[in-house]
């Protein structure tokens, strides 16, 4: 795995993305972003999630031309109309009313992610494949009143509680957590260069 010694700004609140960031890279900050437009446009979910992912990096100030910026944003596909959106619920029961929408069966989740490097924006949105069995009440019960599904895109966190019972059909686990693969190859290919100009 290649590490850089150039700084990583996670701009975003989520505790998943900082993960899969701490993970590969030495050292990276999180500051969440505050009032940015989070509602979705018309037009597919992954014009969605981009056009979302945009206004958080429009949002984002200035900062140390050493610092590599990452904004990102994920969405739920409905499965009845992949045109319409599910995004972090609003209560335990908005989450209790997404997680009977999806259970028994497939969901695409979207995630676009923007790192700014060297000066400029880059942007990719992908997506992956989960599908979900259907849950006993006793799931059900268990997965609501352990609130992993608090700040989560479709009320599940595929590395908390839901990980024992979702399937990754298609697509990176990355994408399902909230970062684009793209994107994390991008960053890669950065602390190569980096690592190439140090050596």
Not at 46 to 61: P, S, Y
Not at 90 to 107: E, K, S
Not at 129 to 149: A, N, R
Not at 170 to 199: K, P, Q, R, Y
Request: overall charge negative; charged content about 25%; some cysteine.
């Amino acid at each position: 795995m290649f590490r850089w010694n150039m700084r990583i700004h996670l701009a975003s609140n989520s505790p998943r993305r900082m993960a899969v960031l701490t993970e590969r890279y030495d050292e990276v900050v999180q500051h969440g972003l505050e009032e940015v437009d989070e509602t979705p446009p018309p037009g597919t979910v992954g014009h969605q999630v981009l056009t979302i992912c945009q206004r958080k990096a429009d949002a984002v100030l200035a900062s140390d031309p050493s610092t590599a910026i990452v904004v990102a944003d994920t969405m739920i596909a409905d499965p009845d109309d992949l045109s319409l959106s599910m995004g972090k619920p609003r209560d335990m029961a908005h989450a209790a009313t997404m997680l009977h929408r999806l259970q028994g069966r497939h969901h695409q989740v979207w995630t676009a992610t923007g790192v700014r490097a060297l000066g400029e924006w880059r942007f990719w949105c992908e997506s992956a494949t989960v599908k979900f069995p259907s849950f006993s009440d006793e799931v059900m019960d268990h997965l609501l009143q352990t609130e992993s599904w608090r700040g989560k895109a479709g009320a599940y966190d595929l590395h908390g509680e839901m990980g024992q019972h979702a399937t990754l059909v298609d697509g990176e686990a990355c994408t399902v957590l909230g970062l684009a693969a793209s994107a994390l190859e991008w960053l890669d290919e950065l602390t190569e260069a980096t690592d190439h100009m140090s050596g």
